[in-house]
């Protein structure tokens, strides 16, 4: 089966940056989505940032906008997730996911394949 491999997780300070990596162990032909989720300790995962393949469009959660960045690179067939500003309560796994079917970009049942997850913390 198809995975997504995530890179670039780490600690860090509030206030500070990370940067996390996601590619596909398989070059994908039908892409509509790729996304990051985040699930923290005792909640359920949710959506935090999406990227439409087919024109770049992107969506964020409230919770990231005017923090967080995706992005996407297609030379290297990777995807980006820039975070700024990072608060405690960032801390998170972070996943990488894609679809192929369209639906709501940050709802968990758009996406056909995940990642194995990236730790995040956040240390005030």
């Known amino acids: 089966e198809a995975q997504l491999v995530e890179s670039g997780g780490g600690s860090v300070q509030s206030g500070g940056s990370l940067r996390l990596s996601c590619v596909p162990s398989e070059h994908f032909v039908v892409k509509i989505y790729m996304g990051w989720f985040r699930q923290k300790p005792g909640k359920e995962r949710e959506g935090v940032a999406a990227?439409?393949?087919?024109?770049?469009?992107?969506h964020y959660a409230d919770s990231v906008k005017g923090r967080f960045t995706i992005s996407q690179d297609n030379a290297k067939n990777t995807v980006y997730l820039q975070m700024n500003s990072l608060k405690p309560a960032d801390t998170a796994i972070y996943y990488c996911?894609?679809?192929?079917?369209?639906?709501?970009?940050?709802?968990?049942?758009?996406?056909?394949?995940w990642g194995q997850g990236t730790q995040v913390t956040v240390s005030s």
């Open positions: 990227f439409y393949t087919a024109d770049s469009g992107t």
């Open positions: 996911a894609q679809s192929r079917v369209w639906g709501p970009p940050l709802l968990i049942g758009t996406y056909d394949y």
